[in-house]
């Protein structure tokens, strides 16, 4: 556990279930790519990760659980995902089919309407999306 955070947090999801089962992924090296809505960014005043930006695993305590870097960073329409990122997301899809649907109902679940202060928030596939991938550096 990392106790100060030497390097912003990156929270998958929200706290609770899906936060948790991501957080494991990326720690057992399972998931190593994640992939946001533009918007988000751009609503939360965040700049876009940068090959070599560090960043703390948050869980759903709170805590630091490790550190990954980012290796690539892509903007892309959400049309365009393309099964090798969507597979090393490590959810566990079989097709980018099952990992867009996955998304989207996550996407235009009440929490992510709610973030977004928008409740008919939706994306379709023009909607500009935020690919990264990254590794899991070693503790020590």
Request: glycine share 10%; hydrophobic share 35%; no cysteine.
């Amino acid at each position: 556990m990392i106790d100060e955070f030497e390097y912003p947090p990156m929270e998958f999801a929200f706290p609770g279930p899906l936060r948790d089962r991501l957080v494991a992924a990326v720690l057992d090296g399972t998931k190593t790519s994640t992939t946001g809505i533009l918007a988000d960014y751009e609503h939360a005043g965040e700049e876009l990760p940068r090959v070599g930006d560090r960043f703390t695993v948050v869980d759903s305590r709170g805590r630091g659980v490790g550190v990954v870097e980012v290796t690539e960073v892509r903007v892309l329409r959400l049309g365009d995902v393309d099964w090798p990122h969507a597979r090393d997301e490590g959810e566990g899809d079989t097709s980018v089919a099952q990992w867009r649907a996955n998304h989207e109902s996550f996407w235009h679940g009440p929490e992510m309407r709610a973030a977004m202060d928008d409740p008919d928030f939706t994306v379709d596939d023009d909607t500009p999306v935020v690919a990264k991938r990254f590794t899991l550096l070693p503790q020590g």
